[in-house]
Each structure stands twice: as structure tokens, then as C-alpha cells.
């Protein structure tokens, strides 16, 4: 059975930071592209991050880059996100994703090219 399941959200104040977790089970993780998205309520999922299987590409909306790092650890089968200078705009529901893919460098950004989801973790950043 497939499983992603993330941790770490919390409530943090605005500047603050949280490093989420997300880890995998029931697949062969160093072949999957792993993926970051969020959401609010009444609003689509967004793409936060997303990291190549080898983990040596990355990529991110705009509006988080310069604070959030996306990584991963194959041999723990485990993606992170680490959120720096949290800003109330940041706060959403988290959620993981995973796609395969037989490219090492490849990442995506839609979410319709992932098949699996975690159950999401809640990040509330307040002012």
C-alpha cells in the first residue's frame, strides 16, 4: 500500500519557521519526483515545490523562493520542506506528492502529473 504521510505543521508567528516531513511507504521512493502543494479554503491547490528523484533539481512559485527548501533523503525515503520567514499569506493546508518518473533530473509543477497525495498537515502563520 502507497503512503505519503506528512508532519510537522503547526501555528507559528509571522517571521517564524517549521520544517515539514513527509514520508513514504510502499513504493521505491528514489524513483519518484516528489512534490510540495497548498491549500486554502475556497481556493485551488497551488504548487509550493517540487524536487528531482536524484534531488539535484528543485524548483518553486515565486512567492516562497529565497525562503523555502525543499530536500529529500533516499535512504530514509523522506521529503522536507523547510519554511523560513513564514508570512500570514503562508497559511494553507500542506500537502506532499509523489510521481513516478525514469528521468533522475525531471521535477513537475502540475498537479495533475502526481498520482499520489498525502492527507496534508495544517501550517497556520498568524500576524
Known amino acids: 500500500q502507497v503512503q505519503l504521510v506528512e508532519s510537522g505543521g503547526g501555528l507559528v508567528q509571522a517571521g517564524g519557521s517549521l520544517r515539514l516531513s513527509c514520508a513514504a511507504s510502499?513504493?521505491?521512493?528514489?524513483?519518484?519526483?516528489m512534490g510540495w502543494f497548498r491549500q486554502t479554503t475556497g481556493k485551488e491547490r497551488e504548487f509550493v515545490a517540487a524536487?528531482?528523484?536524484?534531488?539535484?533539481?528543485?524548483d518553486y512559485i515565486d512567492s516562497v523562493k529565497g525562503r523555502f527548501t525543499i530536500s529529500r533523503d533516499n535512504a530514509k525515503n523522506t521529503v522536507f520542506l523547510q519554511m523560513n520567514r513564514l508570512k500570514p499569506e503562508d497559511t494553507a493546508v500542506y500537502y506532499c506528492?509523489?510521481?513516478?518518473?525514469?528521468?533522475?533530473?525531471?521535477?513537475?509543477?502540475?498537479?495533475?502529473?502526481?498520482?499520489?497525495w498525502g492527507q496534508g498537515t495544517q501550517v497556520t502563520v498568524s500576524s
Open positions: 524536487i528531482s528523484r536524484s534531488g539535484g533539481n528543485t
Open positions: 506528492a509523489a510521481a513516478h518518473s525514469w528521468s533522475a533530473t525531471a521535477y513537475y509543477t502540475r498537479d495533475s502529473h502526481y498520482s499520489t
Open positions: 510502499g513504493l521505491t521512493f528514489n524513483m519518484y519526483i
